[in-house]
């Protein structure tokens, strides 16, 4: 299997950040050269996602000492998705491992997650630490459209797969998106309150992201990439997210899922989204659809 690559680009310029991750990657490496291509023993696995787990928690502590350190505006959202790994991702992963008996299926979910959630995290989050503090997050109201897409959705995408992503503007159902695959991602927020996203893409645009993410020639999409994919696609709109509601701390993932092709036209005939977005690269378009709706829906 094709190992995802570190790449230099993922440095944000702070070295005891960018060593922690370079290290991180490559203990998930390691694990997947021993138990998935050399086929070692459960034991090397075992002992190396215990490794992984207690440098991933020791890197947190130093990269928010780090960030209380330069006074960052962002740290309580940014501490906040650590210990969603560290307190929920991880422990559910693990468990998972031990339930399969460290089935080749869970070693590959537990490496995609790691992978993916790195990637999007370093891309996203963490290079928002070195930038230039800016005012509050903006919350989104229908005059405002564009800016938010600009500022919340089309840069972090532009800096993971390059400028040539270029938002289009509004999404109509009879617009056409070649072999559309439909993601749907729902949060709870507040209030009886859920926030909804579906992303409408293809396998050819997954297949061209993740080469360009991950610094790998992709021509199937196996389930390491699969997994890593989606972990990115959430960390990506739990960013857009925010420009609903700015308490991070009220969101909670109640369901990830793919629709078929009627799921999603029965979703868009009977409550047209909020907001439909057009976005347009190579090889393809792809479209985001946001709602706020009752969790009842």
Not at 68 to 79: A, C, E, L, M
Not at 178 to 186: G, K, N
Request: glycine share 4%; proline share 4%; with cysteine.
């Amino acid at each position: 299997m094709q190992q995802i690559q570190w790449q230099d680009r993922f440095n944000i310029g702070v070295e005891i950040v960018d060593q922690a991750h370079r290290r991180l990657f490559s203990i998930v490496q390691k694990i997947t050269e021993l138990y998935v291509e050399k086929h070692e023993s459960k034991f090397a696995c075992m002992e190396g996602i215990k490794y992984f787990r207690a440098y991933a928690v020791q890197h947190f502590a130093e990269e928010e000492a780090y960030m209380r350190q330069i006074g960052y505006p962002g740290y309580p959202s940014h501490k906040w998705h650590h210990d969603k790994m560290r307190q929920e991702t991880l422990p559910a992963l693990e468990h998972e491992l031990y339930d399969t008996d460290f089935s080749t299926e869970a070693v590959q979910h537990f490496i995609g997650v790691c992978i993916g959630w790195l990637t999007g995290h370093i891309m996203i989050e963490d290079r928002a630490i070195i930038r230039t503090p800016s005012e509050k997050p903006i919350v989104l109201q229908p005059t405002d459209e564009r800016s938010v897409v600009l500022k919340m959705i089309l840069s972090p995408l532009q800096e993971m797969f390059g400028p040539d992503i270029q938002f289009v503007g509004h999404f109509f159902q009879e617009d056409t998106i070649i072999d559309a695959q439909y993601y749907e991602l729902t949060y709870h927020i507040r209030q009886n309150t859920a926030l909804r996203f579906i992303l409408i893409t293809n396998e050819e645009l997954l297949l061209h992201a993740a080469g360009l993410m991950f610094g790998i020639q992709c021509h199937t999409m196996n389930d390491v990439v699969r997994f890593a994919i989606r972990e990115v696609t959430q960390t990506l709109l739990q960013r857009a997210a925010v420009c609903f509601e700015q308490d991070f701390s009220v969101y909670r993932l109640m369901s990830d899922r793919f629709l078929t092709p009627g799921q999603y036209r029965q979703h868009f005939e009977e409550h047209a989204p909020q907001h439909s977005l057009l976005f347009r690269t190579k090889p393809s378009c792809f479209a985001l659809c946001i709602d706020r709706l009752p969790e009842s829906d």
